[in-house]
């Protein structure tokens, strides 16, 4: 029974492999009807799953000692779900994006293939497993980053590779080491090494820990690794770039999250002078990554750069190992998921509708587009984190947490540059917006008339606009559950 | 049993009276008599092995029954008799190899002398492998040189005369300073027989009188031995002399005559010096140091040559190298892994000669490498042969050279102080000979399209049993060295 | 099985190689039928030979004084004869395709088939100048092969591989002298045979010897900076490449330094001893220069040379951790990165075998043409980079945890290479996969209109190495047990 864990990991990677090397489809209809089938099914029963298996399943051993386990706790079950709804609702805004690509199949094999791995890399009960999957997401995504095959797309895509994968070996030495000195793999809240082996080896522990920080951070874009994220997310196709910079860069938190409560122990860390660094890095990614959407012309490269500096704001909550801080963080992972899917699919409406790249062609474009602009202003308030929408609540909770914490200099450090970052938010996204709206006199109004796009990329649009909102409205069923979740990682 | 004390004699004299006969009888009973010599030699020496080996001891035999201290006399235990047989072996195949060769490059009137040569070579080579008597060694020491010199000039190119005139000069210089050292010898103790000789030096050295004068004879006999066996910084004729004189003139240069000295060389340490004064005297480090340098620059030498025989003489003076680091080092293994290696590099290089020969042959007569591509397909025979040498060279187990590196480094080890030179040298060596045996069997192995006159030399019969019987040799000595070493070891102790 | 079985696989394939180019004048057709059931019979009476061990081993004659040729198989003899007998059939299978195209396929299937004798010589060796003896002569067999194409770079490439050889062993040859005098026997005896009453104040000359031999024997495993015979050795045909260069002869090199240092000089010794840091160092250094260089590098085979260089080194660290986990870690990443390479190199092969490109530039979007190759060539890739669930992980997992279980500072620095080199890894590898399956935008496919899949005789052997990739990426314990009893030798 604790096997129906496997299908929703399993169903989609076959179905994606048969789609690149077996199945040849003439049309998109049976294509689309495909796919659709399989991200469909396959969301039913993974949220079946995730609500009726609590218990671990153990599928084989790669070695001694390291088993292949999946189990499903909240951490998880709160990813998947996001995860779910973003796949399910981009698969369907792609059936539309994509006809304007080539190689529609092989872009769908992979991203069914993503779909069972991140499905794995949720469901991952152990360390290995997780690295298992997270070195496999990092191989799987790269076909969406270099889907459109310029060359600027495949150099962006091997810069993403190699990032990640620096990553993921920084990572991997951490694995090593924790596969030596811990009782067990498997995640437990509180840390699975014994504290007696943890303090006689302090130094090399804090060192190891900083690596597997830092490796795992590649994926979230922290200073210094981010260059990557900012020249593979606008490469790939809209859909793709809403998916990666949405999903794939939360695989990164939440193997961090996994590493940091869960393996290594936040007692640990606490109070060290990794903690120190990690938060110092963070609030400088959060700033930079912001200084640079500023001034960037492009909007979905500035929509990156935004990406950068909001999963700072998630890491700097992590880094400050408070209850309050944390449940923003875990908050504002939801919000940030609906928030740039919502942002990048608005960009790759607006692209594909007109072909319009640049911030200052964008004049006028509510008058043309008003639906996807409205959204787009809903989502990016959101960000700016103007209540009522979901990102005050997550920067609230930050904020508190921060302050709450006492730590020297950061406690009131964090929330300052948080503000200042979200002025600069305001800055970088609302002028489209307000460009949009009211261009003023000397604007192309042709080229945006009729521009609405069609109802399979405004649905998604409109419903993740509303998910920003409803979590602003109503933020008491997360944040309970989210503290929840907080409580019993700390 | 008796008569075959009178053996070792019996060959000498053979030796010399054929020289004598062959000089009344045309070119082809020359020829003939010259092979039955050398043969009659090699089954003499056989007896005189067997004899000694079972009996386990050595004999004296007084020429004309004048007792000591005034009469001559020859000494024979198993060593000499294997060396002698040895040396008749080597001889008769290095010859019946180069047999077409010398029909070619001797002028026809000449070639009666060259076999004249050879038999006066042989009976030298006897006398020293087994006179008692230190005056009558240096009397043989200048018939060898003599009859040298002859066979390197014998084909009359202007660079074999220039040769022969480098090798007479070097080789008369060595035996000034062996002739100096035998009268300083000869001063202090008044005896020239080497049982009276040991017996004298080892009182005068025991008395602790004539230190100096002791150690300047020995280094002088040892010098020039050396530069007549063509010791590292004194072999500057020898690349010429083997590299321009025909082919079974350079095999017996390198195979007998310069290891007839070494031979005597051993002799002398062994009989009379004394092993241990010897091993006192300071001339052991010269000789290591002087040896390893010639291991290293002999193979530098000979990458650097872009002529086949050249490349065969200047391996020679690295092989050579060897032997007298083994005398270095000092110790009886050391020894015996240098005799060891007088038989294996015997063997390797006169059979590298030969087949060296048949490549050129096979290549329009040309020496330089260039030509040689591919010369192993149109002499096949003569390609493994070369292949079977080269292998030995560079110490592959299974051939000759693998066990006289196994030696010579287990000897080296037990050894104080001069192991790890020694070891490394050694390997350093085997790189390097590596280097140009191995480049030298890839370009014969290498295919061309270049056409060369077949020349009928390397399928002649003889010149396939020779190279056969020296392959054969070479793997005797290879696999099953046991007896072997256990002979040489007897042998030695018995010498003293 | 009878003893007299360890001479037979030994001899047979020498036999059978000497008699190629007979049969191959004499009955053409039959030809292949001949050596694909004899390396095939010689690999099961390997295999029979795994499962029923003799109890002892057979001395085949004295050498001198008490060195003889003795053959004896014991655990770490069975994992090495046993990966090369696996390998070799499907191997020869390979190249029974590939050399279609080539010349002189007799003279090439007598070395190859030789060489297969020599190598599980070297396996099955009882003692020290077995070994030797049989590591010479794999130089000496394995030269034609490399020369086979004759040209001027091959001939070049094989005279560089053979002083490259001989010159190594000249220098462990030295260590051999050394065990000879020092050691209590010449054998093999998993601890070390050094006489602990002979080495009393000779621990630095023995040390020193060590390093040397270790080094000798590692000319062949391509460790640094003795390493530039391997990629020039690239010019042979691939089944060379592949079976040799990146397996038989190249692991012959670590299978002779785990032999000198577990077996020989003993790990007791050499632990913590200045030996074992220069060594390491020397290791580390390999594996990151093999992989920087592979990255430079454009021509195909020689990228996976390069690669094959680190990998090697991957071995030599794990060797010169001188723990049984350490030597176990070593077994494991020498039989998973045989199957990785040998994939591989197969690949480059076909490759080369099919449309004649050489250079990783020429590759654009040969992934649609031929599919199957390249999916394989993924595998491996990413089995190569350490991807979890493939043989890769599993290696460096142990080596890494060999590393850590020892405690030495300085293995930490060799784990940190690993993944230095893992890194490298995946970029010089992905960068060819990348480029086969995504070809720069407006790519003319009608350009390599002439590229298809090979045949079924080079895609059997490709996917049985992916599924034994996979097997042993998934489903290690076994293996990796085996190893682990080997190397603390209850095996």
Redesign the interface.
């Known amino acids: 029974m604790n096997h129906i864990l496997l299908f929703p990991i399993l169903f989609p990677i076959v179905a994606g492999i048969m789609l690149l090397?077996i199945i040849k489809y003439q049309n998109r209809k049976p294509l689309l009807v495909f796919v659709g089938t399989v991200l469909g099914v396959n969301a039913l029963w993974g949220v079946f799953a995730m609500c009726r298996v609590s218990e671990g399943v153990t599928v084989?051993?790669?070695?001694?000692s390291?088993p292949?386990y999946f189990k499903v706790d909240t951490l998880g079950r709160l990813f998947a779900s996001l995860m779910v709804l973003v796949w399910l609702l981009g698969g369907f805004f792609s059936f539309e994006y994509m006809k304007h690509e080539k190689n529609e199949q092989r872009f769908y094999g992979f991203y069914l293939i993503l779909y069972g791995v991140l499905f794995g890399l949720d469901f991952s009960g152990n360390l290995?497993t997780m690295?298992?999957f997270y070195?496999?997401m990092t191989?799987t995504a790269?076909?969406l980053v270099?889907h459109?095959?310029?060359?600027e797309a495949?150099m962006a895509?091997?810069k993403y590779?190699?990032y990640s994968?620096?990553g993921a070996?920084?990572a991997?030495?951490g694995v090593?080491?924790m596969?030596?000195y811990a009782k067990t793999l498997e995640f437990t809240p509180g840390g699975v090494i014994d504290p007696a082996v943890l303090r006689e080896n302090e130094t090399l522990f804090l060192v190891v820990a900083l690596l597997m920080i830092v490796g795992f951070s590649v994926k979230a874009g922290m200073f210094p690794m981010h260059a990557w994220l900012t020249a593979a997310h606008p490469a790939a196709p809209g859909p793709a770039s809403a998916v990666l910079s949405g999903i794939i860069v939360k695989g990164g938190i939440l193997a961090l999250i996994r590493v940091v409560f869960e393996i290594i122990g936040p007692d640990f860390i606490r109070g060290s002078w990794v903690q120190r660094l990690w938060m110092a890095l963070s609030l400088l990614t959060v700033l930079l990554g912001s200084l640079l959407a500023f001034r960037e012309p492009v909007l979905k490269k500035r929509l990156a750069y935004s990406t950068v500096s909001q999963l700072s704001y998630i890491l700097f909550g992590l880094s400050l190992f408070d209850r309050q801080a944390m449940t923003g963080s875990l908050l504002h992972i939801a919000a940030h998921v609906f928030i740039k899917v919502a942002l990048f699919l608005t960009a790759a409406a607006v692209i594909y509708m007109t072909g319009c790249k640049r911030v200052e062609e964008l004049r006028g474009v509510g008058k043309g587009m008003p639906v996807t602009m409205w959204c787009y202003t809903i989502v990016s308030l959101g960000l700016v984190g103007i209540p009522p929408t979901s990102g005050f609540i997550s920067k609230w909770y930050l904020a508190a947490g921060a302050l709450h914490t006492g730590i020297p200099v950061f406690s009131w450090l964090g929330p300052v540059i948080l503000l200042i970052s979200a002025l600069l938010t305001a800055g970088y996204l609302l002028p489209v917006s307000m460009e949009g709206f009211f261009p003023g006199k000397e604007y192309d109004a042709e080229r945006f008339q009729g521009k609405e796009p069609p109802l399979l990329m405004r649905v998604p649009l409109m419903i993740f606009a509303g998910f920003t909102l409803a979590l602003g409205l109503f933020p008491n069923v997360l944040t309970n559950i989210l503290s929840a979740v907080a409580d019993f990682l700390m | 049993m008796e008569i075959v004390l009178n053996f070792p004699c019996l060959s000498i004299l053979l030796a010399m009276f054929s020289a004598i006969i062959s000089s009344a009888l045309n070119r082809k009973w020359a020829r003939y008599l010259n092979t039955f010599v050398v043969a009659a030699v090699g089954i003499l020496s056989a007896a005189v092995l067997w004899l000694t080996i079972t009996a386990n001891q050595s004999f004296i035999y007084k020429m004309g029954h004048f007792p000591a201290p005034f009469g001559n006399e020859i000494r024979f235990g198993p060593l000499e008799a294997g060396m002698a047989l040895f040396f008749a072996v080597i001889m008769l195949l290095s010859l019946n190899g180069g047999r077409e060769k010398i029909r070619m490059e001797i002028d026809p009137g000449k070639e009666k002398l060259y076999y004249i040569m050879i038999n006066l070579l042989l009976s030298s080579l006897l006398a020293l492998v087994y006179t008692n008597d230190i005056f009558t060694a240096y009397v043989f020491v200048e018939i060898n040189t003599i009859s040298a010199c002859g066979m390197i000039v014998i084909t009359e190119h202007g660079r074999t005369i220039e040769a022969a005139t480098r090798y007479m000069i070097m080789s008369l210089l060595g035996s000034g300073l062996f002739l100096i050292g035998i009268c300083i010898l000869y001063d202090m103790t008044g005896h020239l027989l080497m049982e009276y000789l040991y017996t004298s030096i080892s009182n005068l050295m025991a008395a602790g009188t004539y230190r100096i004068p002791m150690m300047v004879a020995i280094a002088l006999i040892v010098v020039g031995l050396a530069i007549k066996s063509a010791l590292f910084p004194f072999h500057a004729w020898l690349p010429d002399a083997y590299g321009y004189s025909t082919v079974s003139s350079a095999a017996m240069l390198s195979s007998l005559v310069s290891k007839g000295y070494i031979f005597l060389l051993i002799k002398l340490i062994y009989r009379v010096i004394g092993f241990e004064v010897f091993y006192g005297s300071r001339i052991i480090n010269v000789l290591f140091v002087f040896g390893l340098a010639g291991m290293i620059m002999g193979s530098v030498s000979a990458i650097r040559e872009n002529d086949i025989r050249r490349m065969i003489s200047y391996s020679s003076v690295a092989q050579i190298g060897y032997i007298y680091m083994g005398f270095g080092l000092g110790t009886a293994a050391g020894m015996v892994a240098s005799v060891f290696h007088i038989l294996s590099h015997g063997a390797t290089k006169s059979l590298l000669f030969v087949a060296a020969v048949g490549l050129t042959d096979a290549s329009g007569g040309h020496k330089e490498f260039d030509e040689l591509t591919g010369a192993a397909y149109r002499n096949k025979l003569a390609g493994a042969a070369f292949l079977v040498g080269a292998l030995s060279m560079v110490g592959i187990p299974l051939f000759s050279g693998f066990i006289s590196k196994l030696l010579f480094a287990q000897s080296a080890i037990q050894s104080q102080g001069k192991a790890l030179p020694a070891l490394i040298v050694l390997a350093v060596s085997t790189v390097l000979n590596a280097i140009y045996f191995m480049k030298t069997v890839i370009r014969i192995y290498t295919p061309t399209d270049k056409e060369y006159e077949v020349t009928a030399f390397g399928y002649k019969i003889s010149y396939a049993i020779t190279l056969g019987c020296f392959i054969l040799l070479n793997l005797l000595l290879g696999l099953f060295s046991q007896p072997i070493t256990n002979w040489i070891t007897q042998g030695l102790t018995i010498l003293q | 099985m009878s003893r007299l079985w360890l001479c037979f696989v030994v001899v047979f394939p020498i036999f059978v190689g000497f008699f190629a180019p007979f049969v191959y004048r004499k009955w053409r057709d039959y030809f292949r039928i001949y050596l694909g059931l004899s390396v095939l019979l010689n690999s099961i009476i390997v295999w029979g030979l795994l499962f029923y061990r003799p109890e002892t081993g057979i001395t085949l004659f004295h050498f001198t004084g008490n060195l003889t040729i003795a053959f004896e198989l014991d655990g770490l003899g069975c994992v090495f004869a046993g990966l090369v007998s696996f390998l070799w059939p499907l191997a020869t299978l390979y190249s029974f395709e590939y050399m279609t195209k080539e010349e002189h396929e007799d003279i090439f299937f007598l070395f190859y088939t030789m060489t297969y004798g020599v190598t599980l010589g070297i396996a099955l060796a009882d003692n020290f100048l077995t070994m030797y003896c049989f590591y010479e002569l794999l130089t000496l067999v394995t030269v034609p092969l490399v020369m086979h194409t004759l040209t001027r770079e091959a001939i070049l490439a094989s005279r560089k591989y053979l002083c490259y050889s001989i010159g190594g062993a000249a220098f462990a040859f030295i260590g051999m002298i050394f065990i000879i005098l020092y050691g209590t026997t010449t054998e093999f005896v998993l601890g070390g045979v050094l006489e602990p009453g002979k080495i009393g104040g000779k621990e630095h000359i023995l040390l020193l010897v060590y390093i040397f031999t270790f080094l000798g024997f590692g000319v062949k495993a391509a460790v640094c900076p003795f390493n530039s015979w391997l990629p020039q050795a690239g010019v042979a045909p691939t089944p060379v490449t592949a079976l040799l260069h990146a397996v038989a002869v190249v692991k012959s090199g670590a299978f002779a330094a785990m032999r000198v240092t577990y077996y020989s000089f003993g790990t007791e010794f050499l632990r913590g001893s200045f030996a074992q840091h220069f060594l390491m160092v020397i290791v580390m250094f390999t594996i990151l220069y093999g992989c920087s260089m592979a990255l430079k590098e454009t021509h195909l085979k020689r990228r996976l040379a390069y690669s094959t260089i680190s990998n090697l080194s991957y071995i030599l660290f794990g060797v010169v951790i001188m723990t049984p986990l350490g030597l176990g870690a070593a077994l494991t990443h020498m039989v998973c990165h045989a199957f990785m390479k040998i994939c591989s190199f197969f690949c480059a092969g076909a490759i080369m075998h099919q449309t004649g490109r050489h250079y990783i530039y020429e590759l654009e979007g040969f992934a649609r043409k031929m599919?199957k190759v390249f999916?394989i060539f993924t595998i491996s890739a990413?089995a190569l980079?350490?991807?979890?669930?493939l043989c890769g992980?599993?290696s460096k997992?142990?080596l890494?945890?060999a590393a850590?279980?020892s405690g030495n500072l300085l293995e930490l620095f060799g784990?940190?290479c690993l993944?230095?080199s893992?890194?490298l890894t995946?970029?010089y590898m992905?960068?060819i996969v990348?480029r086969g399956?995504?070809?720069?935008?407006g790519?003319d496919y009608d350009r390599i209109a002439d590229v298809k899949d090979p045949n079924w005789r080079m895609l059997v052997p490709l996917t049985i190495f992916a599924v034994a990739m996979f097997l042993l990426?998934?489903?290690?314990?076994p293996f990796?047990?085996l190893f682990l009893r080997v190397a603390q030798g209850s095996f």
């Open positions: 090397t084989f051993y790669l070695t001694k390291l292949i290995i690295y298992l070195e496999f191989l790269l076909p270099l459109t095959q310029t060359k495949v895509g091997l590779l190699f994968f620096a070996y920084m991997l030495f090593f080491f596969g030596k | 599919p999916a990413v980079m350490g991807a979890p669930g992980f599993i997992w142990n890494a945890a850590l279980d784990i940190g993944l230095g893992a890194l995946a970029m992905l960068t990348v399956y995504f070809p720069r935008e790519f990426g998934i489903y290690s314990q990796v047990d």
